[in-house]
């Protein structure tokens, strides 16, 4: 076979297959997946009969199951930059985010020495039902041990996870106990939060940190609001920055509270797919409360139909960075195998009528590389090198000018802060040093510190402790030179950050968030707003 024909046969098969897929479908009545049938096209006839030839005839045996595999994501590659394939194997763990839980036995982990240590075990699940504690190490799972450098996180996930009410025994050892302790466990239902925290920064400022839109966060983030209403509230900051995303339903909902009735949130427009107009309701319990959203260039689809539904209907300030452009729509197909194809069927748009992706004509690489450029450029540290067409101008009904064509461009911004970077910072960093010190500073510590549940008690308990001394000698241990001048230049960022991680493992983020805070010049930024 020469060059040419190895080339374009993975394209051929995968053309063949997909359409015999989807002439020949077979999907259940009662799934939620489309169920659709191509048009009998001579070229679908012509790439089977390529198939079968090859399966039947080629001169070595061929796995057609593999080549599928590998030459479907070259027919996609084709398109735009979001619609993928998702095979069988890999549907899963896509899927978990979004859907707000997986099956597992209730623990969060870091590998620590060679050793899978507890940081956290989650309130109500397997775990704590059955008596694993943070702190425990965990050895061996139904007889395998999972003890050395070689273990992988991904091999040590698998071996915890699975279906709800399927059981596993894990093996810990726990500090002061000679003996390795049993433990036979049922999986159960682990909910993955997608809202991360809802506090009060002041005694009028409330914040919600929003880290993905899945099934289950609009009702994280009503229950957010909640607290926050119930701590007299005046004024609300939603975090979105690093949000790629999730389900759009879940972003219009929210939306949804801020909102008078007959305001336009969002719509969506396809080759197949008819104009869709989402509109807001007047139910929203937020309607009369100021609103900020910050945005940065990880802030993505759902997370820019949020934003992008609050400056367009004049409602509320967006402060950051430009946001990442993603304007396409996706939907889920799923194939006969339990593979699945995740579809790009349309575009949305802001109320004004803006589509905010940017180019993908140059292909996925360029587009991949977009931030990285964006960065060289300049557009992290300065506004005026952020430059729109003018055929990209739309105007709020407020009057306020917003643009088109590559992300939603904030109202206010607020440059990439990098004070106090040194390189003996970005060393620690770059080892996970400073998280893995504060793990092992509460090991050492948790019988002293395991009561404390107010973030108070916690930088109390903390304050004339020598933890950069000690942060520093375990640094020095693990093979990082001390650098006096490095340290005292990123002295305030390492020490928050140790305090932050030492509360997170305590408290998780009601711990974590609070402390951390103090170092985010966006958030410095809006708490002296005046308006």
Do not use: W
Not at 74 to 86: M, R, S
Not at 130 to 156: C, N
Not at 365 to 384: M, P, S, T, V, W
Request: aromatic share 10%; net charge neutral; charged share 25%.
């Amino acid at each position: 076979m020469n060059n040419k024909t190895k080339m374009f046969l993975p394209i051929l098969l995968a053309m063949a297959i997909i359409l015999g897929m989807f002439i020949n479908s077979f999907f259940q009545p009662n799934s939620t997946t489309r169920i659709f049938n191509a048009p009998a096209l001579t070229a679908s006839h012509k790439l089977d009969a390529v198939l079968d030839m090859i399966v039947e005839d080629y001169v070595d045996t061929v796995s057609a199951e593999r080549l599928v595999e590998q030459a479907i994501p070259a027919i996609l590659k084709n398109l735009d930059p979001h619609t993928v394939y998702i095979s069988a194997k890999d549907l899963q763990g896509f899927n978990e985010d979004l859907k707000g839980n997986f099956g597992g036995i209730g623990v969060q982990f870091i590998r620590y020495r060679d050793t899978v240590a507890v940081v956290r075990v989650v309130e109500g699940g397997p775990s704590e039902h059955g008596g694993i504690l943070a702190g425990d190490r965990i050895v061996k799972v139904d007889s395998l041990s999972i003890v050395g450098a070689d273990m992988k996180d991904d091999f040590i996930m698998s071996k915890l996870k699975g279906p709800k009410g399927t059981g596993v025994k894990v093996s810990i050892a726990r500090r002061g106990v000679k003996d390795l302790i049993e433990f036979d466990i049922i999986r159960g239902s682990i909910p993955v939060a997608s809202v991360d925290v809802a506090y009060m920064i002041n005694d009028e400022l409330g914040y919600i940190k929003v880290s993905r839109f899945g099934a289950t966060t609009f009702h994280e983030f009503s229950k957010g609001l909640e607290k926050l209403k119930g701590e007299d509230v005046k004024k609300l900051v939603v975090d979105l920055r690093g949000n790629t995303g999730g389900y759009m339903s879940a972003a219009t909902n929210m939306i949804n509270e801020f909102l008078p009735e007959g305001k336009m949130i969002v719509y969506t427009e396809g080759k197949s797919q008819a104009k869709t107009d989402y509109v807001s309701t007047g139910r929203g319990d937020c309607q009369d409360l100021p609103i900020v959203i910050l945005i940065d260039e990880f802030s993505a689809s759902a997370s820019e139909i949020f934003a992008g539904a609050i400056q367009d209907n004049d409602r509320g300030k967006i402060i950051g960075r430009r946001s990442f452009g993603k304007g396409l729509v996706q939907e889920q197909r799923m194939l006969p195998d339990g593979s699945a194809m995740r579809l790009t069927v349309a575009r949305y748009y802001t109320p004004t009528g803006r589509c905010i992706q940017k180019s993908y004509s140059n292909g996925k690489e360029a587009y991949n590389d977009d931030i990285n450029l964006r960065y060289i450029h300049g557009e992290f540290q300065k506004k005026d090198s952020i430059h729109f067409a003018d055929s990209l101008k739309y105007t709020t009904p407020g009057g306020n000018i917003v643009y088109g064509g590559g992300g939603i461009m904030p109202d206010i911004f607020i440059p990439v802060d990098t004070t106090g970077y040194s390189s003996y910072f970005r060393e620690l960093s770059r080892k996970g040093l400073i998280y893995r010190f504060a793990f092992e500073y509460v090991d050492r510590h948790r019988a002293e510190m395991k009561a404390f549940t107010k973030v108070d008690e916690i930088l109390a308990y903390l304050k004339n402790k020598p933890l950069i001394k000690e942060l520093t000698k375990y640094c020095q241990d693990a093979g990082v030179k001390p650098d006096k001048k490095g340290l005292n230049s990123s002295l305030e960022i390492i020490e928050t950050q140790v305090k932050a991680y030492i509360a997170r493992d305590l408290i998780d983020d009601e711990g974590f968030y609070p402390i951390i805070s103090k170092l985010d010049k966006t958030i410095d930024y809006v708490i002296d707003m005046k308006e």
